[in-house]
């Protein structure tokens, strides 16, 4: 992080940030470019980062969660928090299906994510990946 963040580390508010978002995370959020992924675990996270920027566009799934361990899916687990990030994302335009991601796969795609976010979701197959897409020029205040 910069060495003013680094020095200051009260509670910042600002205007149209949602105040989930903590000033390390909005950092964070502000230098992913795109196409870079995030790893986040709670629809109001997901909510209020949704506020900030667009999913990607160009692929095929910008949205990714954990596919079922074979036990799980045997046993027919239910994964009602995917229904809650399908509605969330649909309420800003998104229209493709969430990519259902092998286990392990998921694992090494969240350590290579530009930032992963410990939110202490507790929902079975909570993990949900995002990819940033492009905010095009004029829609950033400039």
Known sequence: LPHWVQKRREMVILRGIPSIISPDLLYALAKMG???????????????????????????????VMALV???????????????????LSSVGFEKKLEVVERFKFYERARQSFAVVATGETALYGNLILKKGVIPAGENGD
């Open 34 to 64: 795109h196409g870079d992924e995030i790893g986040l675990k709670i629809p109001e996270l997901l909510k209020a980062i949704l506020k900030l920027f667009p999913l990607d566009t160009y692929v095929s799934y910008p949205a990714a």
């Open 70 to 88: 074979h036990e799980d899916e045997v046993k027919g687990l239910q994964t009602p928090i995917w229904d809650k990030y399908m509605e969330l």
